[in-house]
C-alpha cells in the first residue's frame, strides 16, 4: 500500500474515519462468496485490495477516481460482497470502494419508481416499499444484505423473477447515475435501454451512484411447501404452477432429494425421501393452491402468512443459490451451475444428465420469465464436485443438449454468460474507463491500448 495515496485521499476526503487501512478489514471488504467455486477459490484465495475508501455521495466519488485515474490506482467497487463470482474481488490491489454509506431511499413516488443511493440494502427498500404498498419486483436470496448497486452491478434476478422476469427485464431498472473515471469524471444518466451499457458490467465501466427502481404493488403473499414421492410429479406440478398466468405468485422452486435433507431450520417440513416445492403465492389463492397440489398427489407439509423478511421459517432463504449455501454447509465438496432448461424438453434434457452424471448433479429448479414473457424453467442444480475437469465436462455436456449454462466458475464479465452481444458494455468501459482501472481484469474484451489508438486516430 502506499501511504502518499491515502494521505492524498484523506486530505481530499477530509475524513481519516471513511479510509479503512487495517489490514483485517481490508481484506474482510475485498471478498465476497467466490469460495462457492472450487476453481474461483484456487485463483483468488488472498486477492486483497490496498485499503478502503468509503465516500458519502457522487461528488466524493468524483473526487476519489478523479485522483486514481491520475494516480493509475485501481478501483474495486463494492456493494455487500455477496456475490458469487469473486466479482468484487479486487485482483490487482488498489482502492476498494465500499459504498455501503451511500444508503439513502431519496423516494419512492406513486408511479411505484424508488429513487435511492446505490448502498441502500434490497431488504431495506423492500420494507419501506411495502409500507407504502410496493414491493421489489425481483430480488437475490441475499436480499437482507445485498445491495442495490451490487444486484445492478453483479446481480440477475431471482424470487419474483417468475412473475417480472430478471433485473434487466421489462425497464425495471428505468434509469441510473454512473459516475465515470475519466480524466474529469462526469456523473452521466443513463435510461431506458442504455441502462444495459452498465448492468451486470462488475462495476467495470463505472460506478453506479443513483438508481431508478421500478416496483410492483406490493401483495399479501402465504408460503407453502408441498412434498411429493417423485421428483417428474414434483417438477410437473411446479411447472403447472409456474407457467399458468391465473397463480399470483413469487416463488415455485423445485428440490429434488436429497437436497431439502440440506436444509437443517426447516427438517420437520421435509420428509425423509420427498421432493419438494417452496411456493410464495397470493394468500388469496392459498386454500385453492393447496387443493390443486393434492389433486396432483403432493401432501401439504407447511403452509402460513407471509409477513415480511422476519417471517420465520423464511422459505427464500433455501432457495436460488442460498439452496449451494445450504449443500455447502453439510458438505464442502458441492457447488453449483447455474442454467436455462429448453421449455420443451426439459424432461428429456434432466433425464440425459441423470444418465450421464448419475446424483452428481442433484436439480434445483428455479423458474422465471425471460424478456419475451415466456415462464422457462431455469435450474441451479447442485454438482457434486470431483475435478475441473470432470465440471468442464458437465458443463460441456449441457451446452451440446441445448441446456444454457451462465457459467459460474469464471471471474470475468464474458465468461459469466451475461455479456452483452452487442458489447454495450465494453463500449461504455471504453469511453468511461480508457485507462482500464475500474475493476481491472474482470472484461477481458477490453484493451487499454485499443482506446489510446483510437484516440490518437481521432
Ligand atoms: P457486491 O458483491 O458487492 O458487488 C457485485 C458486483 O457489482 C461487483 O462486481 C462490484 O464491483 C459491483 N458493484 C457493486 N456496487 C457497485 C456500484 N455502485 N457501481 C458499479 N458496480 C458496483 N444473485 C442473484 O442475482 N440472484 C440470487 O437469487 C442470488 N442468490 C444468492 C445467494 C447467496 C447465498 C449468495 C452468496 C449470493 C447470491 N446471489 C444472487 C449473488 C449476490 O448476492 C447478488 O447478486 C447481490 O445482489 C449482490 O449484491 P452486493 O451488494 O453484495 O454486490
Known sequence: MSLDHVSALVSILGDESRILTHPQMVERLSRDFYWYSPVLRKQLDGKVGDFVVQPLNAGEIQKVLRYCQLEGVPVTARGAGTGNYGQAVPLHGGVVLDLARMDQIESIGSDGVAVCQPGVRLGRL??????????????????????????????????????????????TVRALEVVTMEAQPRVVFHEGDAVHDILHAWGTNGIISRIWLALAPAVEWSQCVVAFDRFDAAFDFSERMATDASWNKRLVTAFEWPIPSFFTPVKQYAPEGKHLIFFLVSAQQLAMMEEAARQAGGAITYSGAYAGLRTLPLLSDYT???????????DPAYTYLQCGF????????????????????????????????????????????????????????????????????????????????????????MRYDPKGLLNPGKMITFRAEAVAATDSTR
Open 320 to 330: 436460488w443459490n442460498h439452496t449451494t449455501l445450504w449443500a455447502l454447509k453439510t
Open 342 to 429: 429448453d421449455p420443451a424438453t426439459v424432461r428429456d434434457q434432466m433425464r440425459r444428465l441423470r444418465e450421464r452424471f448419475d446424483h452428481e448433479i442433484l436439480f434445483h429448479m428455479e423458474f422465471m420469465k425471460n424478456g419475451s414473457g415466456q415462464v422457462v424453467p431455469g435450474a441451479i442444480p447442485l454438482v457434486y464436485y470431483t475435478t475441473e475437469e470432470r465440471l468442464n465436462e458437465m458443463i460441456g455436456f449441457c451446452r451440446e443438449i441445448g441446456v444454457f449454462v451462465a457459467n459460474p466458475h469464471v471471474n470475468n464479465v464474458e465468461g459469466g454468460g451475461r455479456y452483452r452481444a452487442d458489447n454495450v458494455q465494453l463500449l461504455a468501459k
Open 126 to 171: 423492500e420494507t419501506e416499499a411495502r409500507k407504502l404498498g410496493w414491493e421489489l419486483r425481483c430480488y437475490p436470496s441475499t436480499i437482507v444484505k445485498a445491495s442495490v448497486g451490487g444486484f445492478l452491478g453483479g446481480g440477475s434476478g431471482g424470487i419474483g423473477s417468475v412473475a417480472h422476469g430478471g433485473l434487466r427485464d421489462f425497464n
